[in-house]
């Protein structure tokens, strides 16, 4: 298995929702990454874990939680968000956290807050 | 973060042309770099990296160029087919270990 799988591909939420965004890869990778990517723009980094723990956080603001239950999940809780937090999220997993080795993107999770 | 930038945001060629996309970057002490190609719908999907110890480096219709002198990548697509019609990110490794992407051209490919 290659692949980093995310689900729900699309969702759409209201400001008082609260949803959860899932990752999975079982590639052994031990870095995972969660990116935020607007339309036409580049993926921007928002959160690191590395070996399971939480290396960064590119100030995200705290609507957007994220949690690694273990090796191979990643999830991301959302929580009170704002219509411009609609986006392509994206999961992305690497072998180290050295980032030397290049990322395994998924297809993302398009979202649309309204 | 670093800044990571792409000379031409569309890109337009013929079939079976070559293509060439730019990239910039600002950070001298970067030694890691990846071209990334993300279709419609789609994640992005490592293309080909290369090392600061090297100037060139070759893949399949794919050779990505490195000219630390002026801060320059270039990533050249050989035989330009429909299937490469995607938008492409150069990714540059900044002093934290994490990628940093450029703002990406959009390359669409004539029949």
């Known amino acids: 298995d290659t692949e980093v799988t995310q689900t729900p591909k699309h969702l759409v939420m209201g400001m008082t929702n609260k949803k959860s965004l899932k990752c999975e890869q079982h590639?052994?990778?031990?870095?995972m990454y969660w990116y935020k990517q607007k339309a036409k723009k580049p993926p921007e980094l928002m959160f690191v874990?590395?070996?399971?723990?939480?290396?960064i956080n590119e100030s995200v603001p705290s609507r957007f939680s994220p949690e690694c239950p273990n090796s191979s999940l990643l999830n991301l809780h959302l929580h009170a968000l704002q219509p411009e937090d609609s986006a392509l999220y994206l999961c992305?997993?690497?072998?180290?956290?050295?980032?030397?080795?290049?990322?395994?993107f998924g297809s993302g999770t398009r979202l649309t807050v309204v | 973060g670093e800044s990571v930038g792409l000379h031409l945001p569309t890109l337009s060629v013929q079939e079976g042309d070559n293509s060439i996309i730019n990239c910039a970057y600002s950070n001298s002490a970067s030694d890691y770099f990846i071209w990334y190609k993300q279709e419609s719908g789609k994640g992005p999907q490592f293309i080909i990296d290369?090392?600061?110890?090297?100037d060139k480096r070759q893949g399949q219709r794919v050779t990505v160029l490195l000219n630390k002198t002026v801060k320059h990548l270039s990533l050249q697509i050989a035989a330009t087919q429909p299937g490469d019609s995607a938008v492409y990110f150069c990714a540059e490794l900044g002093d934290g270990n994490q990628f940093y992407f450029g703002t990406g051209t959009s390359l669409t490919v004539i029949p």
């Open positions: 290369i090392r600061s110890n090297m």
């Open positions: 992305a997993s690497s072998q180290a956290p050295q980032g030397t080795w290049g990322y395994t």
């Open positions: 590639m052994g990778h031990r870095a």
């Open positions: 874990y590395s070996y399971e723990k939480l290396s």
